[in-house]
């Protein structure tokens, strides 16, 4: 299994909604690690900077458009990865 570095310590998780499904991850996991368990096809689950440059994990959070691997959830939040440009299209997300 693969193993992410935490952010913040804790062994407690919280959970989120990714596309409607619920997803556990450790607390203080980024949205990014909550995609990548929830094996959300296109680019904003493909694993690219990690550290917010590339833009390529662009989502809505709550309506918000956030980079996934910036955002720390506290749970209960609403992940939304469809594409940003509003395409059908899969391929992930674009600004």
Same mark, same amino acid.
């Given at each position: 299994?693969?193993?992410?570095?935490?952010?913040?310590?804790?062994?407690?998780?919280?959970?989120?909604?990714?596309?409607? /499904?619920?997803?556990?991850?450790?607390? +203080?996991?980024?949205?990014?690690?909550?995609?990548? !368990?929830? %094996?959300?096809?296109? *680019? &904003? /689950?493909?694993?690219?900077?990690?550290? +917010?440059?590339?833009?390529?994990?662009?989502?809505? !959070?709550? %309506?918000?458009?956030? *980079? &996934?691997?910036?955002?720390?959830?506290?749970? +209960?939040?609403?992940?939304?990865?469809?594409?940003?440009?509003?395409?059908?299209?899969?391929?992930?997300?674009?600004?």
């Amino acid at each position: 299994m693969m193993r992410y570095r935490r952010l913040a310590e804790g062994i407690d998780t919280v959970a989120v909604s990714v596309d409607g /499904a619920r997803v556990e991850l450790p607390r +203080g996991s980024s949205l990014l690690v909550a995609l990548l !368990v929830a %094996g959300t096809p296109g *680019a &904003a /689950a493909d694993f690219h900077c990690a550290i +917010g440059q590339c833009q390529r994990c662009l989502v809505r !959070v709550d %309506g918000q458009v956030r *980079a &996934a691997c910036l955002c720390i959830p506290k749970g +209960g939040e609403s992940v939304d990865t469809r594409p940003l440009d509003g395409n059908a299209a899969t391929g992930g997300n674009t600004a």
